[in-house]
């Protein structure tokens, strides 16, 4: 067999790249560890399921469609989406989940030498595209758990082409209101674009929480991400989308994809938008949660950050890495922050009531069993 | 630098040639320069008596505090040879390479080979510079009540650390040095080593914890070293979690904390056993750093009542699986990558390869290492190298016993195991 020159082939910036390794399927999970069932509370998933328009499409769909390639660039949904966002269907593009959305546009910006400014602690996605594509990743420390605008503006500089903004930032929860995002959009200038990722936009409930969307007339310079995985339930579809300028959406329009939204995404996507009854029940479910969870930690002692998201932070006084492994075996999976850069703390989905009282049992006693001992004899599994 | 050349005997000069070249270059001292030459041209030698008018590839990589001659090979050579027991057959001419081989091996300080991912085997000598023994210069060390962390200490910065181990934990350093600071200094250069150092607003320095990301998965980590360890316990905690932060996006899997004295609970690291070292005993500490969906082990069942209570006490997710001697040839012969530190008599031995003859091949090198009186020898067995497993049997007969576990230390979890004697 010939071997490839893979050495000479492959580039720096990838081959320092190490893969992404996603979990694997339950079955195999619960049989690693030992738990006769499993509650994923690591993906910020809605627990309702999709919306009741989605599910009944999802239920009566014609198999016969699937022999048939989707629309190519989801015309009907962008045309719905543009109606319901209050902008133009061109100023719309669709891709397969949030995450190609935004390779399309670091694909139509960036070239070698440029680089993206962002946080160093919010959504992994951001940085992992640039540094696989051999585009540097400027990272601001967050301040108090928030985008730190002062850190980002010290970043930018003339190679600097995005400056990404997770609004609400996962995993902490926080965000920037209209005004600080109007003055933070003015001091930057329009020499930059600034992608606000909206993914989690749909729950927010507070007066000052911005609609990205809406400012795009002011800053023809934004690019605003959100999705149909998060509130709407559609995650297992795979289906994101972010709105521009017709002249910005015009250039990644490029770089984007065409065909690569499925039927029955674009179609359940269509039948879920705009469900203001389930979004309120979402709401409402995500409040629960956060209450319980709030009145736990505060039993336990443990600091916890809330916020209006379906997910919260929780500070713990061991490794985080550990409490996932013991977590596993009572059945809860939950995603270690280590890898955010939040040693220590562990982020929690919320979900319905049952998995949430179960949740907090496990807490309660995982947090227990390794407080009960002294400090000593904790660190090193020993009695004394 | 790099030399391409054909393995036949008339090239050997210009291979000897380079490697001193480069040697110096790198810094090396003469003498350490002509040890590496002379253990460049019996490498040389045996491999051109193994796989004869096979082109090759020779560089150097300076790595600031030793200098590693790297030969590229395309297939893989005779691997008995590269032993460090190797013994000569003095009757035949391949015989006398071997000797040769086995005193190349000796003249340095680390001897490995391994498959390379991408094809073609590398085979590395290492010698490691010599640097001026420190002044005595013993100071007091003051508690610091504030301090800040960087990264990126200054040199005289680092010096000082230097000192303050030399002062306070000379004979705790295990399985590195950072003494003296030229050392330590060079140590960080080579950019494998990383130091989170805490100082007070007047940059006096309250102490520090240093980091070493190797090849594999694992960053093995030191200290945290104090300047007044009566109060260790937020500045540990602080120096900890910022080095779990600096490695939690990214590849590594987890990181092995050596420690002198016992780490706060805090500070994330779990219990992963404690090892006797000649100056003392060295806490050691493990913390993960992902998300583990869990592994196959395959254990000895000599070694399966320690592997399966750490597994237990670690929350590892592991399905276990009896690794049997059942009369397979495995990987045929047994080859071990040696470490030697001949400072402090230390020997870590890494089996590359594991087959029928394990026993003998182990028995070689503790006879020899006993030779030369190293007194802490400390062999390492892979749970996800189900070969591996053949060897525990031979390693608890020879006085080993199981000390420490490190998941994702190797292909699987690493079983650290020291001598404590003789033959049990």
């Known amino acids: 067999m010939n071997l490839c020159n893979l050495e000479a082939l492959v580039p720096q910036y990838v081959r320092q790249f190490e893969a992404y390794i996603p979990s694997p399927p339950d079955d195999e999970l619960q049989q690693m560890f030992g738990c006769s069932r499993l509650v994923r509370m690591n993906n910020n998933e809605n627990p309702l399921g999709p919306p009741p328009a989605a599910a009944a499409f999802l239920k009566t769909f014609d198999p016969a469609l699937v022999s048939r390639y989707p629309s190519g660039d989801c015309r009907p949904l962008r045309a719905k989406l543009a109606d319901y966002l209050g902008v133009t269907p061109p100023q719309v593009i669709l ?103 909206e993914a989690y936009a749909e729950f927010m409930d507070q007066p000052d929480y911005p609609d990205g969307i809406s400012l795009l007339s002011r800053f023809p310079n934004l690019i605003i991400f959100r999705t149909f995985s998060k509130m709407y339930a559609l995650a297992g579809l795979r289906i994101g989308y972010l709105v521009g300028t017709e002249q910005v959406t015009d250039i990644v329009r490029k770089t984007a994809i065409v065909y690569s939204v499925n039927t029955l995404a674009q179609s359940a996507a269509l039948a879920a938008l705009g469900d203001q009854t389930f979004i309120t029940a979402t709401r409402s479910l995500v409040q629960e949660g956060q209450q319980m969870l709030a009145a736990q930690c505060a039993e336990l002692k443990l600091p916890i950050l809330t916020s209006d998201c379906n997910f919260a932070m929780i500070k713990l006084p061991f490794s985080d890495t550990l409490a996932y492994r013991l977590l596993m075996q009572q059945g809860y999976m939950v995603r270690t922050m280590t890898g955010f850069r939040f040693p220590g703390w562990i982020r929690v989905s919320m979900s319905n009531c049952d998995a949430m009282q179960g949740f907090c049992t496990a807490l309660s006693r995982l947090v227990h069993s390794r407080t009960d001992q002294s400090p000593l004899a904790r660190a090193y599994g020993v009695s004394l | 630098m790099k030399l391409s050349v054909e393995l036949v005997p008339e090239r050997m000069p210009v291979v000897v040639g380079f490697a001193e070249t480069a040697a110096k270059a790198a810094g090396l001292d003469a003498s350490a320069a002509a040890m590496l030459a002379l253990s460049t ?109 960087t990264t990126t200490p200054a040199p005289d910065a680092v010096k000082q650390f230097s000192t303050l181990i030399a002062d306070c934990y000379a004979a705790c350093q295990f399985p590195e040095e950072f003494t003296p600071p030229g ?20 940059g006096e320095l309250a102490g520090g ?129 040696t470490r030697l530190n001949r400072q402090i008599g230390m020997a870590r031995l890494t089996p590359l390869l594991v087959g029928r003859d394990a026993e003998a091949v182990l028995e070689e090198h503790l006879h020899l290492l006993d030779q030369e009186q190293f007194s802490a020898i400390y062999c390492t067995v892979d749970t996800g190298r189900p070969f591996d497993a053949l060897l525990a049997p031979h390693l608890l007969h020879n006085g080993f016993s199981p000390l420490m576990l490190i998941p994702w230390g190797g292909t699987g979890d690493l079983i650290l195991l020291q001598r404590n004697g003789g033959k049990r």
């Open chain 1, 95 to 197: 891709g397969n989940g949030a995450n190609e959305v935004i390779a399309f546009v670091i694909k139509a910006f960036c070239q070698q030498g440029d680089n993206i400014v962002t946080a160093d602690r919010t959504f992994a996605v951001y940085e992992w595209i640039a540094r696989f594509s051999g585009i540097d990743a400027r990272l601001a420390p967050l301040d108090d758990f928030g985008f730190d605008e002062e850190g980002l503006l010290a970043r930018v500089d003339s190679r600097t082409k995005l400056v990404f903004i997770c609004n609400p930032n996962n995993p902490t929860g926080t965000w920037w209101s209209r005004d600080r995002l109007i003055r933070f959009m003015e001091r930057l200038g329009p020499d930059h674009i600034v992608v606000l990722d």
């Open chain 2, 41 to 149: 041209e019996e490498l040389f030698l045996a491999l051109c008596n193994s796989i004869p008018g096979a082109a090759i590839t020779v560089r150097l990589h300076d790595r600031r505090y030793a200098a590693d001659l790297l030969f590229q090979v395309p297939q893989p050579p005779d691997l008995r040879i590269f032993n460090i027991t190797s013994r000569p057959d003095h009757d035949t001419e391949e015989g006398l390479a071997e000797m040769g081989l086995f005193l190349a091996s000796r003249a340095c300080d680390q001897f490995s080979i391994r498959q390379m991912a991408l094809g073609g085997w590398e085979i590395m000598l290492r010698k490691e510079r010599s640097y001026p023994a420190p002044v005595q210069q013993s100071q007091p060390y003051l508690a610091v009540q504030t301090w800040q962390l």
């Open chain 2, 183 to 202: 050392r330590l200094l060079d140590k960080l250069a080579s950019n494998e080593y990383g130091l989170i150092l805490a100082q007070g607003q007047q």
């Open chain 2, 209 to 337: 914890l240093i980091w070493h990301a190797g090849e594999g998965r694992i960053v093995e980590c030191f200290g945290p070293y104090l300047a007044a360890p009566a109060e260790p316990e937020q500045l540990s905690i602080a120096l900890c979690e910022k080095l779990t932060e600096q490695f939690g996006r990214s590849s590594r899997q987890g990181l092995v904390l050596y420690a002198p004295q016992q780490p706060p609970a805090a500070a994330g690291f779990e219990a992963a056993g404690s090892l006797a070292i000649p100056g003392g005993t060295i806490w050691t500490g493990y913390r993960m750093l992902a998300e583990e969906f869990g592994a196959d082990a395959a254990v000895a069942a000599e070694l399966m009542p320690f592997y399966t209570d750490w597994c237990s006490s670690m929350a590892l997710a592991r399905n276990i699986r009896s690794y049997h001697d059942d009369g397979e040839t495995g990987n045929g012969l047994t080859l071990f990558a």
